[in-house]
């Protein structure tokens, strides 16, 4: 009977807690070396700035790096900004970062957002002008021409041509709403229109752009969400690319390698 055997018969109680604080000692160190494996402990990387710079640059700079990358927002458009280009980041740039972290990349959206235009003519030029920014369109100017109907929209349009309502247009565009004047007076008094009755035509008007702006709105949040889901599809889809294309190599160096053992 050896010596550890021995020693064991006498004193059990302490040999069998000796090599259980050996086990945990044993088992806490294989735990601190999975960590520093899982949390890349130690390895910390610059981020580099990808900023103003087309997505696809910032992307290879950031692989080249040993980083990987997320798009975290692609559907606001920013005029100041070339399409497809990077706005910001998240981690900052020349901030030091663990390989393991993910950098979130804002992209410029690849178009300006395109709206139907709502109905404007016979309402006040001011509620017209405000529901358009409201909306989102950026150039929007006034102005008047002769009219009987005082400070009422007559006509409006885009890049100086005449467009029906509910037509998609871009945000971007210049939009000129055209009101009366009321410099016209038509003495013909079976012309003149009852106060109320005008009154009571603005409101119908002011109830249905309303409303249209609304549905507008909605089916232009489900247009961007619909866009949104289908670039992340398309970048996921873009992203499985290279694991396919490694599965594919494998699959070709075994075939080739049984094809060697039988030769």
């Known amino acids: 009977m050896g010596g550890f055997d021995r020693l064991r018969d006498r004193h059990p109680i302490l040999v069998n807690s000796g090599l259980m604080v050996l086990a945990l000692v044993a088992l806490g160190y294989i735990a601190l070396l999975f960590i520093d494996v899982f949390t890349s402990h130690g390895q910390q990387v610059q981020v580099p700035d990808v900023r103003n710079l087309p997505l696809e640059k910032a992307i290879d700079i950031l692989e080249d790096a040993g980083l990987r990358w997320e798009i975290s927002d692609s559907t606001t458009f920013y005029e100041n900004y070339k399409p497809g280009t990077v706005i910001d980041q998240d981690p900052k740039a020349k901030s030091y970062i663990k390989k393991i972290r993910i950098i979130y990349l804002n992209v410029n959206a690849m178009h300006a957002p395109i709206i139907p235009l709502p109905k404007l003519v016979d309402l006040p030029g001011r509620q017209g002008v405000a ?34 309502p509910g037509r998609p247009v871009s945000v971007n565009s210049q939009i000129k709403i055209t009101v009366g004047d009321g410099s016209i007076v038509d003495l013909n008094p079976e012309q003149i229109i009852d106060p109320a009755i005008m009154d009571s035509i603005d409101e119908e008007n002011y109830l249905e752009a309303q409303k249209n702006y609304e549905e507008e709105m909605k089916a232009a949040q489900a247009r961007a969400e619909q866009e949104r889901r289908e670039q992340a599809a398309q970048e996921k889809k873009e992203q499985q690319k290279p694991d396919k294309e490694k599965d594919k190599k494998k699959d070709q160096d075994k075939k080739s390698d049984k094809d060697k053992k039988k030769n």
């Open 131 to 164: 529901m358009l920014k409201a909306m989102g369109y950026k150039h929007v100017i006034m102005d008047s021409i002769p009219s009987e109907m005082d400070g009422l929209i007559l006509q409006v349009t885009v890049d100086g041509h005449t467009v029906a």
